[in-house]
T-cell receptor, first 110, second 116 residues
Framework: SQQGEEDPQALSIQEGENATMNCSYK?????LQWYRQNSGRGLVHLIL?????REKHSGRLRVTLDTSKKSSSLLITASRAADTASYFC??????????FGKGITLSVRP | DAGVIQSPRHEVTEMGQEVTLRCKPI?????LFWYRQTMMRGLELLIY????????DSGMPEDRFSAKMPNASFSTLKIQPSEPRDSAVYFC??????????????FGPGTRLLVL
């Protein structure tokens, strides 16, 4: 079963706006990772947040983690047309594998 | 490094034929993962290896699927016999260490398989 569930499933915004994507999960985790997939390509790692962290930044990306609510959010600020892609959250537990959600399709209109 | 390399990039075959997908992980990475992606089921982990040893194959759909990793730089995923429902994009990924320990995955470009 899917550990991560992203919300919304699809998001369409104007270039320059901020995009917020949410992810919920069911069990305790060691870390949560966000990946991006451009059409026809493999997934690319964006950012990782550990279970003892609450917020991390990387460039225009900001990720938060609330372990009490078992949820995470990914914020992309000042979006660009090139940010158009699918975004996946993935959780890592005590083993060596990730469990991915079904992804969010982000469309950024020029 | 060239990243994770997969071949072929596209494969069209007929039902009942054998299909072999190939993967070369990033040099030095200890973990190798095979995934399948479809619109209906999303991204599914099929099997993963640590130091060439299969650790978890619980995601392998059925006996028609098999995976091997004869050495640290090569892995294969074989489907025999193939069926139309196997049509999907198959990804190989590798990581330097344990994902739970904070390592991340590097994905190959995928093999797009169509079984007619």
């Amino acid at each position: 079963s899917q550990q991560g569930e992203e919300d919304p499933q699809a998001l369409s915004i104007q270039e320059g706006e901020n995009a917020t994507m949410n992810c919920s999960y069911k069990t305790s985790i060691n870390n949560l990772q966000w990946y991006r997939q451009n059409s026809g390509r493999g997934l690319v790692h964006l950012i990782l947040i550990r279970s003892n962290e609450r917020e991390k930044h990387s460039g225009r990306l900001r990720v938060t983690l609330d372990t009490s609510k078992k949820s995470s959010s990914l914020l992309i600020t000042a979006s660009r047309a090139a940010d158009t892609a699918s975004y996946f959250c993935a959780t890592a537990r005590g083993n060596s594998k990730l469990t991915f959600g079904k992804g969010i399709t982000l469309s950024v209109r020029p | 490094d060239a990243g994770v390399i997969q071949s072929p990039r596209h494969e069209v075959t007929e039902m009942g034929q054998e299909v072999t997908l190939r993967c070369k992980p990033i040099s030095g990475h200890d973990y190798l993962f095979w995934y399948r992606q479809t619109m209906m089921r999303g991204l599914e982990l099929l099997i993963y290896f640590n130091n060439n040893v299969p650790i978890d194959d619980s995601g392998m759909p059925e006996d028609r699927f098999s995976a091997k990793m004869p050495n640290a730089s090569f892995s294969t995923l074989k489907i025999q016999p193939s069926e139309p429902r196997d049509s999907a994009v198959y990804f190989c990924a590798s990581s330097l260490g344990r994902l739970a320990g904070g390592e991340t995955q590097y994905f190959g470009p995928g093999t797009r398989l169509l079984v007619l």
